[in-house]
């Protein structure tokens, strides 16, 4: 298992690369694009501040290891179906 501040660190790389995308996806599609793009934007910082906050306050009755297995998990589902939507003009 990975250490909490390692955990934190990517959930940190990979929402900042997506919101990065989105940065891209403002500044050269089309204005619907721009919409749907700046809308994603902020359910990354969202999803962000979400999980980093969720690493440092575990369940109480769950086993660490299996809390942070799920939490794992439902970061990928999140930020897969974040990657999905930005896939816009394709």
């Known amino acids: 298992?990975?250490?909490?501040?390692?955990?934190?660190?990517?959930?940190k790389l990979i929402c900042?690369?997506?919101?990065?995308?989105?940065?891209?996806?403002?500044?050269?599609g089309t204005q619907t694009e721009k919409e749907e793009a700046e809308a994603l934007m902020h359910t990354i910082v969202k999803m962000?501040?979400?999980?980093?906050s969720r690493i440092s306050h575990q369940e109480p009755g769950l086993p660490a290891k299996l809390y942070y297995r799920d939490l794992k998990r439902k970061f990928k589902a999140n930020a897969t179906e974040v990657i999905s939507q930005l896939n816009i003009s394709e």
């Open 48 to 52: 962000e501040k979400n999980y980093v």
């Open 1 to 11: 298992m990975t250490n909490r501040r390692t955990l934190k660190h990517d959930i």
């Open 16 to 28: 900042t690369d997506l919101f990065v995308e989105c940065i891209a996806v403002t500044l050269y």
